[in-house]
Every structure is written in C-alpha cells, then in structure tokens.
C-alpha cells in the first residue's frame, strides 16, 4: 500500500508537528515532576536543559538542508520523526545526563521536521494551494500547545497520569512516522537541457545560501518576533504578566484568518507590514499596560497579529522565480537558524538586563519592543512575490 493522496500526506505532517508541540510542551510542562522523580532542584540544571533546547533548534534547523541533500527529503522526514519518538525517554530516563540526551534529540527531530514543511509542500501542491497549507503548517504547533495548555488535566486523568501521557505522544508519533514510509514520494523529473541558473538553483549549497541577500533579510525580519515570542513564555510569566494563554488561543484565529486573507489577496508585503507594525502597538500593551484589562485585549490582539501574516511570511519564498526543492530547503533551514541564533543573543541580553536592575523587568521590556520591529523593518526590504489579479482574470474565472 502506498500513500499519494495529496491532502492525506499534509495530515501526516500537521499531525504528526501537533503531536511533537503536545510532546515537548507536555514535557515542558511536567519538568516540576520529572526533576523531583531524579531529585535534581537545581535552577542552574533546568536552566540548561533550557539551553539545549535552543542549541537543539539552532543546530537542527541548521543542519536539516544537509540531511536533505543526504537522504532526500522523504527519509530526512522519517529521521525528524523518529528523533521526535525518542521523546518516550523523557518521562522514565533514570537519571539527569539521559534526559538531557531525550530532550536534545527530540528538540532536534522538531527542528528539522519544520525546515521539511516547504520542500514537502512544494512537491505535492500546486503554488495556488500552497498559501493555505504553508498556513495550516504554522498553526500546528500552536494546536498542539493550545491542547497542553486547557487539556493536559484532562488527558492526564484519561491515560493514568503524566508519565504515561507523554509516553502516549511519542507511540502516536511513531505510528506517524511509520505512516510517512508509506507516503509515495518520487523524485520530479527535470529537464535534461537547464539553463545555467536553474542548474545552479537545484545544487543550491549552503554556501549559495549565505551568499543570498534575501535569505539574510528573511530570517533577521523574523528574528525579533520569535525572539519576543520565546520571551513571552520564558520571562513574562515571572515578571507577573499571564495573558500568554490569549496569545496562543487567538494565535490560531489569527493564523486560519491569514490562510483566508493570503487566499484571496495576493500581495504579501502589506499584511506583513500592517501586522508588524499592530504587533510593536500591542507588545507595548502587554510589557507596560498597568491596567489588566487592556494588557488582556493587547494580548488577543497580539495573538492575532503575530500569526495573522505568517501564511503571507512563509509563501514569499515559494513564489520566488525558479525555486526548487533543493534550494527552498536551504532557504528555510537558514531562515530558521539565523532566527533562532539572533533570539538567543536577545533573550540572554534579556535576562541580563533583568539581574542588572535587580529584578526590574522594564528596560528589558522596552529592548524586546525595539526588537520586535524588525517585522515591520523587514517588510520595506523583503520582495513583493505576489501578482494582483486583473479584473478581466477574475471575472474569467
């Protein structure tokens, strides 16, 4: 039996990054426990299992063009998978060096899986459709946290209690990765007689990569909203602000609002734009509002803002002219490294910042509102890959 129904392989793939966020922030989530079982209460500890987290995701969206080229893309899926099912030795790992080793492969396997998002999508989606997908894609790991957050009691109680949840998550991530082995994934046939660019696009190195403009405009754009993201789960929550539960709900209203809008407007730059702009007005809301009730609109309006021009964000690169598979890997694996590699200098400077004014969350607050403007910034340099529709095409339609 093989898989080659289209719509069947993107549920493989959402499913299969829902069940990694369920995974990892139900791990995140249960660390109180895990590190009581092994007797560690060591701040400094579950501060660096923190840091190999991030290196996970630096180094795995770095290195997932290599395991691309290496494997194709449909066993470097597979392998990302199955990183992500080594996650069931997190809740029973008997000491504190084996958990750091689940957690780091796991972070990995997640890494690579989002880099592998666009290559898979542009092999089985027409540029029409991909808009709407690339949109679903972002809105997985915000499904998965979302059902961490409101139903972990619930799921807790079901399966018998945390450990076996977790354990739970990772079978279902194997039955998934098992699944993917069926997925049909043939090699598109090119043309034997390319010109010198499109030949250079399919061997698209990393080298090629960091020699592209673009692709430095494109991760640093994002840079400082992911950078404020991460904040806002790790730092705000101790500066007394919990309105991060808004952000993720209305994160996913925004994110399918998005798959709509980028559907039926072409034009990628103004969304980007306007959104990026409403994201700094909002984050000044949450960071310094003294009144709960506006800093709890700020934060539904945050949430949407954040993930309502992502779908625009992620389809640029899919309509650039001439792209391929080789070259949108590394497009993406360099988007997301550079992005995460900026966060961490600012989320340590963050913190820095914090212990300098003993405690006193506010320059941080205002570093991580300047930040967040390369969003906004970014949307002046980045290419305009959308076409407006003529009215003559549209009423032929």
């Avoid at 994934?185 to 010109?195: G, I, S, Y």
């Avoid at 250079?200 to 990393?206: A, E, P, T």
């Avoid at 969304?271 to 960071?287: D, E, K, P, Y």
């Avoid at 970014?378 to 290419?383: I, Q």
Wanted: hydrophobic share 50%.
């Amino acid at each position: 039996m093989k898989i080659s129904h289209k719509y069947l392989v993107e549920a493989i793939v959402f499913i299969s990054y829902v069940l990694f966020a369920m995974a990892w922030v139900g791990g995140a989530a249960s660390m109180q426990q895990i590190m009581s079982s092994m007797h560690v209460d060591s701040l400094a500890s579950a501060s660096f299992i923190s840091g190999m987290v991030t290196l996970a995701k630096i180094v795995g969206t770095f290195g997932a063009a290599w395991i691309a080229i290496k494997f194709g893309i449909k066993y470097a899926f597979f392998i990302s998978s199955i990183l992500i099912v080594i996650g069931i030795l997190t809740p029973y790992a008997p000491n504190y060096e084996l958990l750091l080793i689940s957690r780091f492969l796991m972070g990995l396997g997640g890494a690579f899986m989002v880099v592998y998002f666009n290559p898979i999508v542009m092999h089985w989606f027409p540029v029409k459709e991909r808009a709407v997908i690339n949109g679903l894609n972002a809105v997985a790991f915000n499904v998965g946290t979302g059902i961490i957050l409101w139903q972990m009691d619930a799921i807790n109680q079901i399966s018998g209690g945390w450990k076996m949840s977790l354990v739970v998550f990772s079978l279902a991530s194997l039955f998934f990765a098992l699944a993917w082995l069926l997925v049909k994934f043939e090699p598109q046939a090119t043309d034997t007689q390319q010109t010198a660019e499109e030949e250079k696009n399919n061997n698209y190195s990393y080298l090629d990569g960091l020699k592209d403009k673009f692709n430095w405009i494109y991760g640093l754009t994002y840079s400082g909203l992911l950078a404020f993201y991460i904040c806002l789960f790790t730092f705000y929550p101790k500066a007394g602000i919990t309105q991060s539960t808004w952000v993720i709900g209305f994160g996913i209203v925004g994110t399918l609002a998005g798959m709509i809008y980028s559907k039926k407007v072409p034009l990628r730059l103004p969304v980007i734009r306007w959104s990026g702009a409403m994201i700094v007005l909002t984050i000044i809301g949450v960071s310094f509002s003294t009144n709960s009730t506006l800093q709890t609109v700020s934060a539904i309006l945050l949430g949407f803002f954040v993930f309502f021009p992502i779908t625009a964000l992620v389809s640029i690169p899919h309509e650039l002219p001439k792209m391929t598979g080789q070259r949108i890997t590394v497009v993406f694996s360099l988007f997301y490294s550079i992005s995460y590699l900026v966060s961490t200098v600012v989320l340590w400077v963050f913190g820095k910042l914090v212990d300098i004014n003993q405690g006193d969350y506010t320059v941080s607050f205002i570093l991580i509102s300047i930040v967040s403007v390369t969003f906004f910034i970014g949307s002046f340099f980045l290419p305009e890959t959308g076409k407006k529709e003529n009215k003559e095409e549209l009423c032929a339609e």
